[in-house]
């Protein structure tokens, strides 16, 4: 599975299926027990000393909670020098105009940088947030649930400044979230998780409109759309299976409706089918 240069991938999932520690692993906050994470021509997990700090400024991350992200003894302009000092390594006379570029690019008044976290919103800590992220002038972004902490109102200006950065900067964007409609509105390609690995992968507009796992037909079904009445939705039994002791077979199968005895016995790999979608499953739609 691949990212584009200048694009978002959205990974969706529910709760406990891997995608925040799929996040830290790419940020390197954990190091993967099996496979390999690759940045342009580099495997992340050989990295070591200059290499290891080089890649930080290159790959940033937007935590969930944008309160609890923020160190509350440091002032907004101390915790953006960390980087700027650390990454970036900016010499201190430049710095003063750093801070407000990345003010300006977050659109907060400069004078919030002598304010602390406590005295901002939801909304305006998570600019701040993206701003540290922006520090290094990072390549890419690891965005875990960045907007689910904030009202609906607030999510979307949000949103829409990501989209803004994403045009005026060149970034490219891996959208990690349990909301299908945001992900939907955001992403270039989207990625289907369960239990620890990918199920299905495609296009987005390819994956919203002809799902082919019975995961994420379950999963689109159960969005409620305005406006609309669902007469059925497609519900799923049972729990999510335990990582430690997976099924032996697809991962997928104790809960699927359409499983079969194949499925039981041996675990389905990512494959590409003739309309270019990636898909886990040996019998899909």
Do not use: W
Request: charged share 25%; with cysteine.
């Amino acid at each position: 599975m691949k990212v584009a240069p200048g694009q978002t991938l959205g990974i969706v999932g529910e709760s406990g299926c891997g995608k925040s520690t799929l996040a830290k692993m790419i940020v390197m906050l954990d190091r993967p027990t099996s496979g390999t994470i690759r940045f342009k021509d580099s495997e992340l997990g050989k990295m070591k000393g200059d290499e290891r700090r080089k890649l930080r400024s290159q790959v940033q991350f937007v935590f969930q909670d944008p309160l609890s992200s923020l160190n509350p003894r440091k002032t907004i302009r101390q915790t953006l020098e960390i980087p700027l000092r650390k990454l970036a390594r900016i010499p201190i006379n430049k710095r003063e105009k750093r801070l407000s570029e990345l003010m300006d690019l977050v659109k907060l008044r400069p004078e919030f940088l002598h304010r602390y976290p406590h005295e901002f919103s939801g909304g305006q800590s998570q600019r701040i947030g993206i701003a540290r992220a922006l520090a290094a002038e990072p390549q890419l972004i690891v965005l875990d649930e960045p907007v689910s902490a904030l009202d609906v109102s607030v999510q979307a200006q949000v949103l829409n400044l990501l989209r803004e950065l994403k045009l005026a900067l060149n970034l490219t964007y891996i959208f990690i979230s349990h909301d299908l409609a945001v992900v939907e509105n955001v992403s270039d390609t989207v990625a289907v998780m369960y239990l620890g690995q990918i199920v299905e992968f495609a296009q987005r507009k390819l994956l919203f409109s002809r799902p082919l796992h019975p995961y994420t037909s379950v999963l689109l079904s159960s969005v409620p759309v305005p406006g609309k009445r669902v007469k059925e939705r497609a519900l799923l039994s049972g729990e999510l299976p335990s990582v430690t002791a997976p099924p032996p077979g697809c991962p997928f199968e104790p809960r699927c409706p359409r499983k079969q005895k194949k499925c039981q016995e041996e675990k389905p790999v990512l494959k590409k089918m003739a309309d270019g979608q990636f898909v886990a499953c040996y019998y899909p739609n």
